[in-house]
């Protein structure tokens, strides 16, 4: 061996005992106690194989300040606008969450976004026809309202009265729910009123269970508003279909699962979003109840 080449591998001694290494190395025996060891690949081979594919999830509230976007945990969501301190802004009225597993039409692209106060309202399904049943859910209101009007100012009995204009509301109510259904606007929800103080935590359970499709179709919270001074905040969890009332009640069931439905507690009242477009609201002019279900009726025991 020439003087350069001891000096790189070393002197004789030296290159002996190398080889002798060399030939015991057991590389099965190696690999069993070092082959879990982390190193730079495996690492960021690790990162890119745990980045959660969301190719298959649908959001319609995608790219909305206040509503869960589906590239951060729901806890971050929680973290980053939670209602008790989030105030209300003109662009931001409610705080959103959806069910990633339905696909719903992107609210920029909702009819609702045309129907003054109906802005807000759940995500619409494809083939929704609302200008259709705004125009004819008016139509139909006008009508009963006339027929109050004439009841009220006929000679007949209070009583006789009375039971014509309840009718007419009953009557317009079916007819307006019919319509609803035949052109897909079929959203509605439960609403759950709840003090300031503990939104946040009520709010927390009902948006996880919403996005991990265990309630239905989306869900809002009221934020923080600097108008109104009330204590409560509104919290809507919508369903897909009114009429579906096994889904309804799944729903309400699931609601009081998580404790939110107490026995001898305040019942919560279930209402189609075409009430809200045509404007039908507690004391209305014409006797229409302003919910279809309550709590108390749907979860009563046979």
């Known amino acids: 061996m020439s003087s350069d080449d001891s000096d790189f591998y070393g002197d004789d001694d030296i290159m002996i005992d190398l ?43 995608a790219g909305i300040e206040y509503a869960w976007q589906l590239t951060e945990t729901i806890e971050d969501f929680l973290e980053r606008v939670p209602p008790a301190t989030t105030d209300e802004t003109p662009e931001n009225p409610w705080i959103w969450v959806c069910n990633p597993y339905i696909n719903r039409k992107k609210k920029a692209d909702a009819e609702n976004q045309k129907v003054r106060g109906g ?55 079916k007819d307006i729910l019919d319509l609803a259904k035949a052109h897909h606007v079929r959203c509605g929800k439960w609403m759950l009123f ?32 600097t108008a109104d001074k009330r204590t409560e905040r509104l919290i809507c969890v919508y369903t897909a279909d009114f009429s579906d009332t096994k889904d309804v009640k799944r729903v309400a069931e699931k609601l009081k699962q998580l404790g939110l439905i107490q026995a001898k507690g305040r019942p919560l009242y279930y209402k189609p979003d075409v009430y809200t477009y045509l404007g039908i609201a507690h004391g209305n002019p014409w006797e229409i109840r302003a919910s279809i279900y ?9």
Not at 34 to 56: C, E
Not at 124 to 144: I, K, N, P, Q, T
Not at 294 to 302: E, I, Q, W, Y
Request: proline fraction near 4%; include cysteine; aromatic fraction near 6%.
């Open 119 to 173: 802005e807000d309202e759940a995500p619409e399904e494809e083939g929704a026809d609302l200008a259709s049943v705004v125009e004819g859910g008016m139509a139909r209101l006008h009508f009963a309202r006339e027929y109050i009007d004439m009841c009220k100012r006929s000679s007949n009995q209070p009583a006789f009265i009375a039971r014509e204009c309840r009718k007419a509301g009953i009557d317009a109510a």
């Open 294 to 302: 309550d709590t108390t009726s749907m979860l009563r025991k046979a």
């Open 19 to 61: 080889k002798a290494k060399v030939k015991e190395f057991d590389v099965t025996t190696w690999w069993e106690e070092h082959g879990a060891t982390d190193t730079p690949l495996k690492i960021q081979a690790r990162k890119n194989k745990d980045v959660a594919d969301i190719s298959h999830l649908h959001n319609p509230y």
């Open 194 to 225: 709840c003090n300031a103080f503990e939104i946040n935590e009520v709010w927390g359970i009902i948006a996880k269970a919403t996005a991990n499709n265990e309630l239905g179709i989306a869900a809002k919270v009221a934020p923080r508003s």
